[in-house]
Protein backbone atom coordinates (compact mmCIF):
# COMPACT_ATOMS: atom_id res chain seq x y z
CA UNK A 1 0.00 0.00 0.00
CA UNK A 2 1.07 3.57 -1.10
CA UNK A 3 0.81 4.73 2.98
CA UNK A 4 1.77 7.96 1.93
CA UNK A 5 -0.89 8.66 -0.27
CA UNK A 6 -3.14 6.72 2.00
CA UNK A 7 -2.39 8.68 4.76
CA UNK A 8 -2.82 11.96 2.69
CA UNK A 9 -6.62 10.55 1.42
CA UNK A 10 -7.56 9.37 5.15
CA UNK A 11 -6.10 12.91 6.39
CA UNK A 12 -8.25 15.22 3.70
CA UNK A 13 -11.74 12.71 4.55
CA UNK A 14 -11.06 13.43 8.51
CA UNK A 15 -10.08 17.14 8.44
CA UNK A 16 -12.92 18.03 5.22
CA UNK A 17 -15.60 16.24 6.49
CA UNK A 18 -15.32 17.40 10.30
CA UNK A 19 -14.75 20.98 8.99
CA UNK A 20 -11.46 21.24 10.68
CA UNK A 21 -8.47 23.04 9.54
CA UNK A 22 -4.84 22.25 10.53
CA UNK A 23 -5.12 23.65 13.96
CA UNK A 24 -8.53 23.35 14.63
CA UNK A 25 -8.73 20.28 18.18
CA UNK A 26 -11.07 17.75 18.24
CA UNK A 27 -12.63 15.86 20.81
CA UNK A 28 -11.97 12.57 21.15
CA UNK A 29 -11.68 10.31 24.58
CA UNK A 30 -11.62 13.00 26.76
CA UNK A 31 -8.81 15.45 25.42
CA UNK A 32 -8.10 17.71 23.14
CA UNK A 33 -6.11 16.22 20.28
CA UNK A 34 -4.79 18.05 17.48
CA UNK A 35 -5.95 17.13 13.63
CA UNK A 36 -2.61 15.15 13.31
CA UNK A 37 -2.99 13.24 16.17
CA UNK A 38 -6.68 12.08 15.56
CA UNK A 39 -5.32 11.00 11.64
CA UNK A 40 -2.25 8.96 12.90
CA UNK A 41 -4.18 7.45 15.64
CA UNK A 42 -7.18 6.25 12.95
CA UNK A 43 -4.47 5.42 10.65
CA UNK A 44 -2.66 3.08 13.16
CA UNK A 45 -6.32 1.42 13.95
CA UNK A 46 -6.56 0.94 10.03
CA UNK A 47 -3.21 -0.67 9.43
CA UNK A 48 -3.34 -2.92 12.25
CA UNK A 49 -6.60 -4.13 11.22
CA UNK A 50 -5.74 -4.70 7.56
CA UNK A 51 -2.04 -6.66 9.01
CA UNK A 52 -4.22 -9.05 10.80
CA UNK A 53 -2.49 -12.68 10.30
CA UNK A 54 -6.10 -14.05 9.10
CA UNK A 55 -6.01 -11.44 6.00
CA UNK A 56 -4.60 -13.05 3.11
CA UNK A 57 -6.93 -10.81 0.22
CA UNK A 58 -8.53 -8.38 2.71
CA UNK A 59 -5.37 -6.93 3.13
CA UNK A 60 -3.70 -3.48 2.41
CA UNK A 61 -3.17 -4.71 -1.06
CA UNK A 62 -6.83 -4.80 -1.21
CA UNK A 63 -7.27 -1.17 0.33
CA UNK A 64 -4.68 0.07 -1.53
CA UNK A 65 -6.40 -0.82 -5.15
CA UNK A 66 -9.52 0.62 -3.98
CA UNK A 67 -7.79 3.78 -3.15
CA UNK A 68 -5.99 4.08 -6.85
CA UNK A 69 -9.38 3.36 -8.18
CA UNK A 70 -11.30 5.87 -6.05
CA UNK A 71 -8.95 8.48 -7.94
CA UNK A 72 -9.81 7.75 -11.39
CA UNK A 73 -13.94 7.93 -9.91
CA UNK A 74 -13.51 10.78 -7.19
CA UNK A 75 -14.60 13.61 -10.19
CA UNK A 76 -18.07 11.62 -10.10
CA UNK A 77 -18.62 11.64 -6.52
CA UNK A 78 -20.70 13.47 -4.42
CA UNK A 79 -19.33 13.06 -1.34
CA UNK A 80 -15.84 12.00 -1.49
CA UNK A 81 -14.95 11.91 2.54
CA UNK A 82 -17.94 9.50 2.66
CA UNK A 83 -16.81 6.86 -0.03
CA UNK A 84 -13.26 7.93 1.29
CA UNK A 85 -14.13 6.81 5.01
CA UNK A 86 -16.37 3.54 3.44
CA UNK A 87 -13.21 2.26 1.70
CA UNK A 88 -11.03 2.44 4.55
CA UNK A 89 -13.19 1.19 7.32
CA UNK A 90 -15.50 -1.31 5.15
CA UNK A 91 -13.35 -3.98 6.33
CA UNK A 92 -11.43 -3.38 9.25
CA UNK A 93 -13.38 -6.10 10.94
CA UNK A 94 -12.54 -9.02 8.57
CA UNK A 95 -12.98 -12.85 10.54
CA UNK A 96 -13.83 -15.32 7.45
CA UNK A 97 -17.06 -16.44 7.21
CA UNK A 98 -18.11 -14.61 9.99
CA UNK A 99 -21.80 -13.10 9.33
CA UNK A 100 -20.92 -9.86 11.09
CA UNK A 101 -18.31 -8.31 9.71
CA UNK A 102 -19.97 -5.85 7.86
CA UNK A 103 -22.28 -4.63 10.47
CA UNK A 104 -19.49 -4.93 13.00
CA UNK A 105 -16.96 -2.70 10.85
CA UNK A 106 -20.27 -0.20 10.07
CA UNK A 107 -20.42 0.06 14.40
CA UNK A 108 -16.52 1.10 14.47
CA UNK A 109 -16.77 3.53 11.69
CA UNK A 110 -19.83 5.27 13.37
CA UNK A 111 -17.60 5.25 16.59
CA UNK A 112 -14.42 6.93 15.02
CA UNK A 113 -16.33 9.27 12.82
CA UNK A 114 -18.21 10.37 15.92
CA UNK A 115 -14.76 10.42 18.15
CA UNK A 116 -13.80 12.84 14.70
CA UNK A 117 -16.95 15.17 14.90
CA UNK A 118 -18.38 14.31 11.57
CA UNK A 119 -21.70 15.70 10.98
CA UNK A 120 -24.80 12.74 12.25
CA UNK A 121 -25.85 12.13 8.43
CA UNK A 122 -22.39 11.54 7.10
CA UNK A 123 -21.66 9.13 9.41
CA UNK A 124 -24.97 7.73 8.66
CA UNK A 125 -24.36 7.55 5.06
CA UNK A 126 -20.55 5.83 5.62
CA UNK A 127 -22.38 2.69 7.82
CA UNK A 128 -24.83 2.41 5.09
CA UNK A 129 -22.18 2.18 2.53
CA UNK A 130 -20.26 -0.70 4.97
CA UNK A 131 -23.43 -2.29 5.36
CA UNK A 132 -23.92 -2.62 1.73
CA UNK A 133 -21.24 -4.50 1.23
CA UNK A 134 -22.84 -7.58 2.97
CA UNK A 135 -24.65 -8.09 -0.34
CA UNK A 136 -23.59 -5.93 -2.67
CA UNK A 137 -26.66 -4.14 -3.46
CA UNK A 138 -27.89 -0.63 -3.25
CA UNK A 139 -29.57 1.13 -0.58
CA UNK A 140 -32.64 3.00 -1.15
CA UNK A 141 -32.02 5.42 2.13
CA UNK A 142 -28.59 6.49 1.38
CA UNK A 143 -27.88 10.28 0.44
CA UNK A 144 -26.31 9.64 -2.66
CA UNK A 145 -27.51 6.51 -4.35
CA UNK A 146 -24.68 7.35 -7.13
CA UNK A 147 -21.54 7.50 -4.53
CA UNK A 148 -22.96 4.04 -3.26
CA UNK A 149 -22.60 2.33 -6.23
CA UNK A 150 -19.27 3.76 -7.29
CA UNK A 151 -17.79 2.64 -3.67
CA UNK A 152 -19.37 -0.76 -4.06
CA UNK A 153 -18.41 -0.99 -7.85
CA UNK A 154 -14.52 -0.41 -6.48
CA UNK A 155 -14.76 -3.52 -3.74
CA UNK A 156 -15.95 -5.58 -6.63
CA UNK A 157 -14.08 -4.46 -9.23
CA UNK A 158 -11.39 -7.52 -8.57
CA UNK A 159 -14.10 -9.84 -10.47
CA UNK A 160 -13.09 -8.00 -13.47
CA UNK A 161 -9.51 -7.82 -13.33
CA UNK A 162 -7.23 -9.98 -15.35
CA UNK A 163 -6.97 -13.74 -15.35
CA UNK A 164 -3.58 -13.82 -13.13
CA UNK A 165 -4.91 -11.35 -10.52
CA UNK A 166 -8.22 -12.82 -10.28
CA UNK A 167 -6.25 -16.22 -9.66
CA UNK A 168 -4.34 -14.54 -6.90
CA UNK A 169 -7.60 -13.25 -5.53
CA UNK A 170 -9.13 -16.75 -5.60
CA UNK A 171 -6.49 -18.15 -4.13
CA UNK A 172 -6.43 -15.84 -1.21
CA UNK A 173 -9.94 -16.06 -0.38
CA UNK A 174 -9.49 -19.64 -0.15
CA UNK A 175 -6.81 -18.85 2.19
CA UNK A 176 -8.43 -16.89 4.55
CA UNK A 177 -10.80 -19.39 4.46
CA UNK A 178 -8.64 -22.28 5.20
CA UNK A 179 -10.61 -25.80 5.74
CA UNK A 180 -13.98 -24.08 5.61
CA UNK A 181 -13.54 -23.03 1.99
CA UNK A 182 -16.05 -24.14 -0.06
Given at each position: ?21 A ?31 Q ?15 F ?12 V???I????I???P ?23 E ?9 I ?41 N ?10
Amino acid sequence: ISAPRSYRLLQAAVLGAAGLGASSPCLPQQRLLQPAEVIERAWNRIYVAYMESQRHYHTLHHLSDLIRQFDQVVSMLKNTPVVAMAIFYHDIVYQPGAASNEEDSAVIAEEELHMLNWKERDIREVAAYIRSTKNHLPDAAVLNPGDLQHFLDLDLSILGSDWDTYRTYAQNILREFGNNAM
